[in-house]
């Protein structure tokens, strides 16, 4: 998967899988939802 660019709907968020690419060392677009406050906030607050 290295070099690919992988986009994900917000099951991807889940740690096994977004694990899984970025030990690939792929790059990748993960889809978040406003059902997981904690993380939700961290990143709406970074941006």
Partial sequence: ???CIIT???MGTQTAIASQMSNAK????L??????PTL????KNWF
Avoid: E, S, T
């Fill in 40 to 43: 939700y906030g961290q990143v």
């Fill in 26 to 29: 792929a790059n990748y677009v």
């Fill in 31 to 36: 889809a978040l939802k406003g059902n997981h």
């Fill in 8 to 10: 994900i709907d917000a």
């Fill in 1 to 3: 998967m290295a070099g």
